[in-house]
């Protein structure tokens, strides 16, 4: 497993903010396990720390093209780079005194942060890194522009730039993020913006730092006044932005981003769905009050946090409607090679009806264990009554199951269940459980 990481030495540098034209100073200082990244403010007399997490993160907006942290009225801006090549160095743990409101510029990479950074040395910590699996996938859209992010056992980026300028034209890269790719194609490349945005921003008070060495102008026939590192340095440069944004995660990412066109408020939006996902399996699925949004599901795994059973007797794949004590609605999808077809009329095989009756239990036991005051006990049944089968369940077919409470106690609960297919009951019944 990798260690956390900080690193060995003290180091300093300076420069003006892109946007603000700000004169800066920044020293790096080695920080604690489990500490994060903590940016404090010098110029400021309480010295406030603002960490660099999503919970710090200030209101984003397409027109504002910088990431913003901030805490208790003290802001810090342009952090993107910086937090970039501190995911491609993996440096978990620093702290770095800033002396005004912006990261500085320097030469519009990660380049420079990278070089001052690896010199003062990456030393490595008594603690296992921690990171955030993607356990199921994620979509953000905004305008014809989209992100998503998909399980994987590593941090892979395939990004699609496209843009309305006839130097830029489309361009695509995919790329697995570790600390020499980020090092040899990434950390470098500059950032960029159109001849004709040039001074709508500056009306905007943004890029006042901004000059032809640190920033690609590109015109129709090329860039202005600067030559290119890389052919494709635009789409590189994206990368980097979309590697800083994702570090104010607090940890690093495992999962493969699929990105069109991404901005920084595109890629703040992601950030956000992806925390909302590590919360709720932090939670065990559900907690305390907690319901999930129209959007969420609980899947399998989340289930088997509050549920006792495990294949093949778990009959539940996903709950998709959760009001704790109150109604569940969760979905089995039935394969023709679940094992209960292969033995139950093999040659025209049905779902076991007892099989329909302990899902739709199921369903009840996660909409009855889900409050707090019941997590840890275990739904037993004590009746099945009412009990009516309409129809046959063939593979293939989805199987809602759809539960509403009736008394529910310390002790006991009782619900009423109904298994639908395409919209038809095929089974119901009222059933009993004991808590215990």
Do not use: W
Request: charged share 25%; hydrophobic share 40%.
């Amino acid at each position: 497993m990798d260690k956390q990481r900080t690193i060995q030495h003290e180091a300093t540098l300076k420069g003006v903010g892109l946007h603000t034209a700000k004169k800066v100073n920044l020293t790096f200082k080695p920080a604690e396990l489990d500490s994060g990244i903590n940016f404090i403010r010098t110029d400021i007399d309480t010295h406030p720390v603002i960490k660099a997490t999503i919970d710090n993160l200030m209101p984003q907006s397409p027109s504002l093209r910088r990431t913003s942290i901030g805490k208790d009225d003290v802001a810090l801006n342009t952090i993107e780079h910086l937090m970039a090549v501190l995911s491609g160095l993996g440096i978990d743990n620093l702290c770095i005194e800033i002396d005004n409101d912006e990261v500085p510029g320097l030469d519009g990479s990660g380049l420079n942060f990278l070089e001052i950074l690896t010199k003062a040395g990456i030393k490595e910590q008594e603690k296992e890194r921690r990171y955030y699996f993607i356990k199921e996938p994620l979509y953000v859209e905004e305008e014809g522009v989209s992100l998503a992010a998909l399980p994987s056992n590593e941090f892979k980026i395939s990004y699609t730039l496209n843009y309305n300028n006839p130097f830029i034209d489309t361009q695509f890269m995919d790329i697995k993020i570790d600390s020499q790719t980020f090092k040899d194609e990434i950390a470098s490349a500059r950032t960029f913006c159109l001849e004709d945005e040039v001074a709508e921003l500056q009306a905007q008070g943004l890029g006042r730092g901004a000059n032809y060495e640190n920033t690609l102008v590109v015109g129709e026939k090329g860039v202005i006044k600067n030559k290119l590192r890389f052919s494709d340095e635009f789409i590189r440069h994206k990368i980097l932005d979309l590697v800083g944004d994702l570090y104010l995660l607090g940890e690093p990412i495992k999962g493969h981003v699929i990105a069109l066109r991404s901005g920084h408020s595109l890629n703040l939006k992601l950030l956000q769905k992806i925390n909302q996902q590590r919360k709720r399996y932090a939670l065990g699925g559900v907690g305390a009050s907690y319901h999930p949004p129209e959007e969420e599901v609980l899947d399998a795994d989340m289930i088997m946090k509050i549920l006792p059973h495990r294949p093949p007797f778990l009959f539940v794949d996903k709950i998709i409607s959760l009001t704790q004590g109150k109604r569940a609605v969760g979905v089995k999808n039935l394969a023709p090679d679940d094992y209960f077809f292969k033995g139950h009329f093999p040659g025209r095989p049905v779902m076991p009806g007892v099989l329909i009756i302990e899902a739709m239990a199921q369903v009840g036991g996660v909409m009855m264990l889900a409050p707090q005051e019941h997590r840890g006990k275990l739904a037993f049944f004590l009746a099945i009554n009412n009990a009516k089968f309409r129809k046959t369940v063939l593979p293939g077919d989805q199987l809602i199951l759809e539960v509403e409470a009736g008394r529910i106690k310390s002790k006991t609960g009782q619900v009423h269940a109904k298994a639908l297919v395409d919209g038809k009951i095929v089974a119901e019944a009222d059933l009993m459980f004991a808590l215990v």
